[in-house]
């Protein structure tokens, strides 16, 4: 199973909406509404903060918003925040009833 | 509140197997799947396999297939790693969350070095 595509990096000034995709394929993203976002600061666990491609947990900022279209899903972040610096990683179930993860985005808040 | 506390780090010698453990608290261990994630340093997270704690049953990264064993201990409600034929790329963080992954474990790192 090939990791999603992730670009590598996105950066952006405060305030700013800036948006990360993921690709995948029919078989993973396009084939299945369970497409999460985590963000993960460094040295530490992930966290969730999108599931089911646009529903975001208790306690996340409602300026992460989640959207897909066909094999591509991708997280919003409007009024981007210093503490918003960290790296971001989508994953997704699969047909074949495992999880993938994304390559990986270091956002940077200019 | 939903916890969970695995072992401490650990390092071990090429060749060699390791068993991180996974205690879960604050919810029914047995309603959620156990996932096993693992990151190197400086590189992207990477899915291992998980267990369903219902039933045992297990599916597990092609990659990892043959060298990886996921079980889990109900009584505890624990759920394991175990990783064999280690060499020095298994150098890595290994963490363990739940279903969706909302929640994670503090992470364990694990160093093969001879």
């Known amino acids: 199973q090939s990791a999603l595509t992730q670009p590598a990096s996105v950066s952006g000034s405060p305030g700013q909406s800036i948006t990360i995709s993921c690709t995948g394929t029919?078989?993973?993203?396009?084939?299945?509404?369970?497409v999460s976002w985590h963000q993960q600061h460094p040295g530490r666990a992930p966290k969730l903060m999108i599931y089911?491609?646009?529903n975001r947990p208790s306690g996340v900022s409602n300026r992460f918003s989640g959207f897909k279209s066909g094999n591509t899903a991708s997280l919003t972040i409007s009024g981007l925040q210093a503490e918003d610096e960290s790296d971001y990683y989508c994953?997704?179930?699969?047909?074949?009833?495992?999880?993938?993860f994304g390559t990986g985005t270091r956002v940077t808040v200019l | 509140q939903v916890q969970f506390v695995q072992s401490g780090a650990e390092v071990e010698k090429p060749g060699a197997s390791v068993k991180v453990s996974c205690e879960a608290s604050?919810?029914?261990?047995?309603?959620?799947?156990i996932h096993w994630v693992r990151q190197a340093p400086g590189q992207r997270l990477e899915w291992m396999g998980w267990?369903?704690?219902?039933?045992?049953?297990?599916k597990y990264s092609q990659k990892f297939q043959g060298r990886v064993t996921i079980t889990r201990d109900t009584s505890a409600s624990t759920a394991y790693m175990e990783l064999s034929s280690l060499t020095s790329e298994d150098t890595a963080v290994y963490y363990c969350?739940?279903?969706?992954?909302?929640?994670w474990g503090q992470g364990t790192l694990v160093t093969v070095s001879s």
């Open positions: 969350t739940r279903g969706q992954s909302d929640y």
């Open positions: 604050g919810y029914t261990f047995t309603s959620y799947a």
């Open positions: 267990i369903n704690p219902d039933n045992g049953n297990t």
């Open positions: 029919s078989s993973d993203v396009g084939g299945y509404n369970y």
């Open positions: 089911e491609v646009s």
């Open positions: 994953s997704s179930f699969t047909s074949s009833t495992t999880l993938v």
